[in-house]
């Protein structure tokens, strides 16, 4: 069984403040990574994904990525009240079958 | 462009009973990927369809059967309803499987409630 772990929260930070979202997953043939944002009662929207060590920043997204300790974050600068929702950290494995944390509730307090 | 639709959008079942669920990709798209989500065990896998032909399955049991169709929409069934299939099925279509390439976009998601 594939493993992806992440803090379920929640994560309260002040607005303006970096949000910091983090995972692990077990399985070391893992081939991509993704981030997803869900907010309640709605779908899952792609964020960003990463495939290769180091940092990828998109806006007031980064996503960093290490394979050895098999760990991939997610930070959130200059947080907004809109950011609030669940994130949901996605490994792919074997091309197309991905495995999903159980998320991280984050709030951002204006 | 149209997004991926889901039908019906709520469904209220008994133990014992069948449901079919169906997932209509965006135009295109020949990937649709099935996925259950619950408050304890998060967003799990359930099978992938690509050109009418499952080409991956998760580890659920085999009430939970799927189909696709020639024009890629799909189908999952399932049949002898648990009080545990109470969930969010959620269906994610993309051009060609969901990998780093082809990014998946996901339905709204059918809310199945097992009595």
């Known amino acids: 069984q594939k493993e992806v772990e992440q803090n379920s929260g929640p994560l309260s930070v002040p607005e303006g403040a970096i949000a910091s979202l983090n995972c692990t997953y077990s399985d070391r043939g893992s081939q991509s990574f993704f981030w997803y944002r869900q907010y309640s009662g709605k779908s899952p929207e792609l964020i960003m994904f990463?495939?290769?060590?180091g940092d990828k920043e998109d806006g007031r997204f980064t996503a960093q990525l290490n394979k050895a300790s098999q760990y991939v974050s997610l930070l959130i600068r200059d947080s907004q009240p809109s950011d609030s929702a669940t994130y949901l950290c996605a490994v792919l494995y074997n091309f197309n079958k991905f495995y999903f944390g159980s998320g991280t509730k984050l709030n951002v307090k204006p | 462009k149209a997004g991926v639709t889901q039908t019906p959008r709520y469904l209220i079942k008994t133990r014992g009973q069948q449901v079919t669920l169906s997932c209509s990709p965006i135009?295109?798209?020949?990937?649709v990927s099935w996925y259950q989500q619950t408050p304890g065990q998060g967003l799990q896998f359930l099978f992938e369809?690509?050109?009418?032909?499952?080409?991956n399955k998760g580890n659920f049991p085999g009430r939970f059967s799927g189909r696709q169709f020639s024009n890629s929409r799909s189908e999952m069934n399932v049949s002898t309803l648990e009080l545990g299939d109470s969930a969010l099925y959620l269906c994610?279509?993309?051009?060609?499987?969901?990998?780093?390439?082809?990014?998946?976009?996901f339905g709204p998601g059918t809310r199945l409630t097992v009595l």
């Open positions: 990463i495939y290769s060590n």
């Open positions: 994610a279509s993309s051009l060609d499987g969901p990998t780093s390439y082809n990014e998946q976009f």
């Open positions: 369809y690509f050109s009418e032909t499952q080409r």
């Open positions: 135009s295109g798209h020949r990937s």
